[in-house]
């Protein structure tokens, strides 16, 4: 076994991994889970929306994983830029009157774009710090104190202010989302989640009982495992250092949301990306499922 560092949803730290698991492959879902971890001091949220030199020196300082136009020409260097993809979400142009909930918004990007739509009120909703993800056993054991709550959102909360955002941030793991928390919601965004969580099906479940309209998914299939003759649909990928727990085929991902009580279920697009710079490798595919 060797030991190697790498980014938990952002805090560096050093796991075991065996040598047919350091590959390649894995080291997109890895860099996916890159967070504002580098940072050793998270800027508070402004009092007043910074700009010009003030907001640079901010966003330099912060590990983002979504490319945001904050505007006045100032764009977050995010790992991900979802713009380019943006078409194969089919979103409606307006979103006017709308409740939208924004299920593990991390940099707000979604969120953000949903209340640029119109929606009469965006909720983002995530975990505040490592404790709070599904983490493996060693992983978890492996991380300091420190490193387990060291703050995550200062990338959503520079943004928000920034933007001049309404969007309402909330703490909330999704396992523990109820109607009586946040009350019921329009449209239902979870974006390259499930793939992350010991147990997608339960947190499925956690996320029907709060549509009243409809929901998004997205996360990365496999399409190889997209088969008829019985054998398995989906794979589970060891934990690892990473929290990728498994791989999943359209298929699968199709089944969750209908197994979690989604009536229909439909596969909206299917494309391949990849972080910003790096060949578009991943292969990925959209829900759109109604309770
Ligand atoms: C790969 S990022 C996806 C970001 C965004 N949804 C998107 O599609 O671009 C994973 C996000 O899931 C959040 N997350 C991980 N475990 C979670 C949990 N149990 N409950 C809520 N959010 C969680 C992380 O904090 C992070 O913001």
Same mark, same amino acid.
């Given at each position: 076994?060797?030991?190697?560092?790498?980014?938990?949803?952002?805090?560096?730290?050093?796991?075991?991994?065996?040598?047919?698991?350091?590959?390649?492959?894995? +080291?997109?879902?890895?860099?996916?889970?890159?967070?504002?971890?580098?940072?050793?001091?998270? *800027?508070?949220? *402004?009092?007043?929306?910074?700009?010009?030199?003030?907001?640079?020196?901010?966003?330099?300082?912060?590990?983002?994983? !979504?490319? =945001?136009?904050?505007?006045?020409?100032?764009?977050?260097?995010?790992?991900?830029?979802?713009?380019? =993809?943006?078409?194969?979400?089919?979103?409606?142009?307006?979103?006017?009157?709308?409740?939208?909930?924004?299920?593990?918004?991390?940099?707000?990007?979604? +969120?953000?774009?949903?209340?640029?739509?119109?929606?009469?009120?965006?909720?983002?909703?995530?975990?505040?710090?490592?404790?709070?993800?599904?983490?493996?056993?060693?992983?978890?054991?492996?991380?300091?104190?420190?490193?387990?709550?060291?703050?995550?959102?200062?990338?959503?909360?520079?943004?928000?202010?920034?933007?001049?955002?309404?969007?309402?941030?909330?703490?909330?793991?999704?396992?523990?989302?109820?109607?009586?928390?946040?009350?019921?919601?329009?449209?239902?965004?979870?974006?390259?989640?499930?793939? !992350?969580?010991?147990?997608?099906?339960?947190?499925?479940?956690? =996320?029907?009982?709060?549509?009243?309209? +409809?929901?998004?998914?997205?996360?990365?299939?496999?399409?190889?495992?997209?088969?008829?003759?019985?054998?398995?649909?989906?794979?589970?990928?060891?934990?690892?250092?990473?929290?990728?727990?498994?791989?999943?085929?359209?298929?699968?991902?199709?089944?969750?949301?209908?197994?979690?009580?989604?009536?229909?279920?439909?596969?909206?697009?299917?494309?391949?990306?990849?972080?910003?710079?790096?060949?578009?490798?991943?292969?990925?595919?959209?829900?759109?499922?109604?309770?």
């Amino acid at each position: 076994m060797a030991t190697r560092s790498l980014n938990i949803l952002g805090v560096r730290t050093s796991v075991y991994a065996s040598g047919h698991r350091a590959g390649v492959e894995l +080291s997109v879902p890895i860099g996916a889970l890159r967070r504002g971890g580098n940072v050793d001091v998270q *800027p508070a949220p *402004p009092s007043v929306p910074l700009t010009g030199s003030k907001l640079a020196e901010q966003v330099a300082g912060i590990n983002w994983y !979504h490319t =945001i136009d904050l505007g006045n020409g100032v764009v977050t260097p995010g790992y991900y830029d979802h713009t380019p =993809i943006l078409p194969h979400y089919a979103l409606p142009e307006r979103l006017d009157g709308l409740r939208v909930l924004d299920i593990a918004c991390f940099d707000g990007y979604w +969120s953000f774009e949903f209340e640029r739509r119109g929606a009469a009120e965006v909720v983002a909703l995530d975990v505040q710090r490592a404790a709070e993800i599904d983490l493996p056993w060693r992983t978890r054991a492996a991380m300091s104190e420190e490193e387990l709550n060291r703050p995550f959102g200062a990338g959503f909360a520079l943004a928000h202010a920034t933007l001049g955002s309404r969007v309402r941030h909330v703490h909330c793991n999704v396992y523990d989302l109820t109607p009586d928390k946040f009350g019921m919601f329009d449209l239902v965004h979870c974006g390259d989640l499930l793939l !992350h969580l010991r147990d997608p099906v339960g947190a499925l479940m956690r =996320i029907r009982s709060v549509v009243r309209g +409809s929901a998004i998914f997205s996360d990365v299939i496999y399409p190889d495992l997209d088969r008829h003759d019985g054998l398995p649909i989906v794979q589970y990928n060891s934990g690892g250092g990473e929290n990728i727990w498994w791989r999943l085929g359209s298929i699968a991902l199709g089944r969750m949301i209908h197994d979690a009580g989604f009536d229909t279920v439909h596969e909206e697009a299917r494309f391949r990306y990849g972080p910003r710079g790096y060949p578009p490798v991943m292969w990925h595919a959209v829900f759109r499922a109604t309770p």
